[in-house]
């Protein structure tokens, strides 16, 4: 299977571990992974701050990107989200053409019905699966049925694995209380359990989390799911 | 009436140019539950404390010998008189009867001409009811259209409750605390249990 | 309206000490059980489509089942009048009650109430009101309004009702539930509920037996039967529709469905979405009209209804999951957003009620988490919009700092190297954090990463994975 590899902006940037492993991940289970280097940002940030028009620009850029491949990979439930549901509203002339796209664990599960990875990490695992990948992808049972497969992995369910972390893009930044409120109670729910890691499929989620706890001094190490597939962890 | 006119046609207007879309037609449920047995679930976990029972009985006789046994003080004349001092607007229980029952919901379902004949069911502190078993239905979509001569449907599932203050769950609130429940099998006749019910004549205790 | 802007609102919601613990728990416990309620997940998701596709071709079609409900109800024997706004409304309800030389009237609860501001108008003309349903009672006792679209008082702690139930209802704790201190044992917390549950319940009973008029709203208009149906848990709706001579209903016209077999999804979504149970304790479907009055309300409704992009908000059933869900809801309340309606549909609905100046800056608060998309139980995508509505203010705006910076942004999308090359400004932008208001307001509580040595594209390209491909395909 032909696959085009969309690194988000800020993973790009932030987290190029976290490209790394998507591409061992893609690259392990048999497909021909191609990166083009002309990739920006999926448009997501003007499109939440309502600016349709610049993030059809963004739009146009990311289809003309990403032409001739079965299928678009992202580890990114939100940039997936944002393409599969959200491109189709743009406005504009023409009509976009992208091929599919797809988040990770949602490509695994989903198109190559592939589930386990050879994947070891061991200790015990919070899981925070994005919220765009379970309300707007309907998704979110994927990275579990990913997560279930790897040997040695506890998961540990909190109270809180579906609240929203409080990042959401421009809103973290424009409601800055709010979004700390929202990221603190999430963070409160975790102190009483006993868990070794936290294993995101967003690392905006992760991002957010991190920096709340890091201020607070309360450990928190932060995986994505793609750094566990590709195993490179014990 | 001219207002009517006018929101009508605000409303013609409004819609005018609004993506047409048709009725989805009925909902179908296939649940291959027993419904009897669900209903008594259902109506037993709606008063998890003592608020609800459940009894099924053979006939209109054993139902009767069932009530006086159940209700003996209440056979007296002045039953329906409440204790005004802790309750002054309620009487001790009111007895009716079911025109349907939903197995799923833990329902019963009252058809009456008018909603103040419902007062059995309402101002008293012990609601009970009587039904044929052959009026359990399993879920809401399969009720039938009201009884003849009903204008008014009251359906209840469980006893009247709050949970307004931090959420904790408060029996009753302002209606019956406890709901009782007797299923006949084969015909119910209410009119004649009723009258034996309360007649003098028939009285068993008191 | 001046200045009062969530973000202002949220501050002073915020600090409210205890008021966030108290709205998650309470909303945990309803989403709980809500999901526990849920049995058959294919189902119910079918009934939500179902549901769905009922209110939207209720609305498509909505005057020709408007005029069939009211000819239907009106031979039942229903007073029907139509009010264009909250003014007229109002002015009717004080009409009905002069006619029938009403002083007291009891409520059930209804949020078009609110809406209309019917209690203060009533009041002003000398009525007494009381509001029936306890949460509503001890909000209206509070002097506020509703903190939630379902549950009125669900911001409120037991403390706070036991000082309020002392001063106002000349309540006493009996001596078996007294305790030390200002906070009350948690062991005690719910017993001092259900005593304090007992005297409401003795209050309102006299004001059942005294009233004259009883008010409700309709949580649905049936148009084939010209029934209306109201839903509790409490009876005090049945009592107020019961005992007094008079029952006005008030409801907005989208509550209404074409049949009477439609009723059942709609029984089978609202409540469980609202509170968890399979149905609340009693459902009334009243048809003996008998001189009862409904009064039909717009408000504002029928322009939304024009909005091709927006009416499917009018098939709210008004359940309140959305709120239990929200995480804005969840740290501010019902009360932090300025309105009637509150919760993630109040910030959709309300710029099309209350105006865009007044409410325009709700959609914007929001992450657009979508979990109020996913729980509605009519499927509206409450979240899209909210998206929509920032799109029409972005429109609505002359040039801004904001669009400036996103058409620079957008610009830098459509060329690499210079997208690239603006992010390597990022270790300076961290060093200088405490100048870039942007970055200022990130790390004021939160940590930024660090930035790698290199990106991911400049390994890929290091590694010449790219080039390969393209020599390939040509
Ligand atoms: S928008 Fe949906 S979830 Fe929110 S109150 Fe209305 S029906 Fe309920």
Redesign the pocket.
């Known amino acids: 299977m032909r696959v085009a590899l969309f690194v988000p902006c800020f993973i790009n940037q932030l987290f190029p571990d976290v490209g790394r492993a998507t591409l061992a991940v893609l690259e392990n289970a048999g497909c021909e992974v191609y990166v083009p280097l002309g990739q920006t940002c999926c448009g997501q940030p003007p499109f939440n701050s309502g600016l349709v028009d610049e993030a059809r620009r963004a739009a146009d850029h990311f289809a003309a990107q990403f032409q001739g491949v079965d299928a678009i990979v992202t580890p990114s439930g939100s940039c997936a989200a944002m393409v599969r549901c959200h491109y189709p509203s743009l406005p504009g002339q023409t009509p976009l053409s992208v091929p599919p796209t797809y988040e990770l664990c949602q490509f695994l599960v989903d198109v190559l019905n592939r589930l386990d990875h050879g994947a070891t990490l061991v200790g015990r695992g919070l899981i925070h699966v994005g919220c765009h990948q379970r309300n707007e992808l309907h998704s979110g049972d994927a990275p579990f049925a990913l997560l279930r497969r790897v040997s040695g992995l506890e998961l540990v369910p909190s109270l809180s694995d579906e609240w929203c972390c409080g990042f959401g893009g421009t809103f973290s930044v424009n409601y800055p209380r709010l979004s700390v409120a929202m990221g603190s109670r999430k963070l409160a729910a975790y102190e009483p359990l006993d868990y070794n890691f936290l294993i995101t499929t967003d690392s905006s989620c992760g991002m957010q989390l991190q920096g709340l706890a890091e201020r607070r001094n309360q450990g928190l190490r932060v995986l994505h799911v793609a750094e566990v597939l590709a195993g490179a962890h014990s | 009436m001219r207002r009517i006119d006018e929101l009508l046609q605000r409303l013609r207007d409004a819609s005018a140019a609004l993506p047409a879309i048709e009725h989805p037609g009925p909902f179908d449920v296939p649940d291959e539950r027993d419904p009897l047995a669900l209903l008594e679930e259902r109506v037993c976990a709606l008063g998890p404390d003592g608020e609800s029972s459940f009894a099924i009985v053979e006939d209109n006789d054993a139902l009767l010998t069932r009530l006086r046994a159940d209700y003996p003080e209440r056979l007296r004349a002045e039953w329906v008189v409440g204790d005004e001092a802790a309750a002054p607007m309620f009487y001790r229980f009111g007895l009716t009867e079911a025109h349907h029952l939903v197995a799923r919901s833990g329902t019963i379902v009252l058809d009456v001409a008018r909603a103040l004949e419902s007062l059995s069911s309402l101002v008293v502190e012990e609601h009970v009811v009587v039904a044929s078993v052959d009026r359990v239905v399993m879920t809401l979509d399969q009720l039938p259209p009201l009884a003849r001569g009903a204008k008014t449907r009251i359906l209840i599932s469980g006893p009247s409750r709050t949970a307004d203050i931090e959420k904790t769950l408060v029996i009753p609130a302002h209606g019956p605390c406890r709901t009782a429940l007797y299923l006949v099998r084969g015909t119910l006749d209410f009119g004649a249990l009723v009258s034996r019910f309360f007649s003098s004549s028939d009285r068993g205790a008191g | 309206m001046k200045g009062k802007t969530l973000e202002h609102r949220a501050r002073r919601q915020l600090s409210q000490s205890g008021l966030a613990d108290t709205l998650y728990r309470a909303t945990q416990r309803a989403v709980d059980k809500r999901n526990a309620t849920i049995e058959d997940h294919a189902e119910w998701e079918r009934r939500r489509d179902h549901a769905r596709q009922i209110k939207l071709h209720t609305l498509c079609r909505i005057d020709e089942l408007l005029a069939q409900f009211i000819e239907r109800a009106q031979a039942n024997g229903f007073v029907v009048h139509a009010a264009l706004d909250a003014e007229e409304a109002r002015r009717i309800a004080l009409r009905i009650c002069r006619d029938h030389g009403v002083t007291r009237v009891i409520k059930g609860k209804s949020m078009v109430s609110e809406e209309i501001a019917l209690n203060p108008a009533l009041e002003a003309a000398g009525i007494e009101v009381t509001e029936s349903d306890l949460g509503e009672l001890i909000v209206q006792l509070l002097g506020q309004a509703p903190a939630h ?1 379902t549950a009125p008082a669900i911001h409120l702690a037991v403390e706070e009702i036991l000082t309020l139930f002392r001063e106002r209802l000349a309540y006493e704790l009996p001596s078996e539930l007294r305790f030390e201190g200002a906070a009350i044992p948690p062991r005690q917390r719910s017993a001092i509920a259900r005593d304090l549950t007992l005297a409401a319940r003795r209050f309102l009973q006299r004001r059942f037996l005294r009233a004259q008029l009883g008010f409700s709203g309709a949580n649905f208009l049936i148009a084939d039967s010209g029934r209306l149906v109201l839903l509790e848990n409490e009876a005090n709706i049945r009592l107020s529709t019961t005992l007094p001579r008079v029952h006005v209903a008030i409801a907005g016209f989208d509550k209404l469905i074409p049949s009477h077999d439609d009723l059942a999804t709609f029984l089978h979504l609202l409540p469980t ?1 609202s509170t968890g149970q399979r149905l609340t304790s009693y459902v009334s479907e009243i048809g003996d009209g008998d001189g009862r009055h409904i009064i039909l309300l717009d408000n504002g409704r029928s322009q939304l209804l024009a909005d091709a992009e927006h009416y499917d908000l009018l098939s ?8 239990n869900v929200c995480p804005i809801f969840r740290n501010i309340g019902g009360h932090g957003y300025g309105g009637v309606y509150s ?3 109040g910030a959709a609905l309300l710029p099309h009620l209350g105006g865009i100046d007044a409410y325009g800056d709700l959609p914007f608060a929001s992450s657009l988490c979508g979990a ?1 998309s996913s ?4 499927g ?1 995508p ?1 979240h899209e919009r909210l998206l929509e509505w920032r799109e029409r203010a972005q429109r609505a705006r002359g040039t801004s700092g904001e669009k400036l910076i996103a058409r620079a942004f957008a610009w830098l999308i459509e060329r690499p190297a210079w997208f690239a090359a603006a992010a390597t400004t990022y270790p300076l932008a961290q060093s200088f954090s405490r100048l870039l208001p942007v970055l200022r307001r990130w790390s004021s509580e939160r940590d930024l990463p660090e930035m790698p040595r290199q990106t991911f594209l400049e390994w890929i390209a290091d590694e010449g994975r790219e080039t390969q491909r393209r020599e390939e395909e040509r």
């Open positions: 679209i979405s709210c059933i008004r359940c309140g999951a959305c709120s919760g993630p549909i109020c729980i509605c139980p009519v509206i409450i």
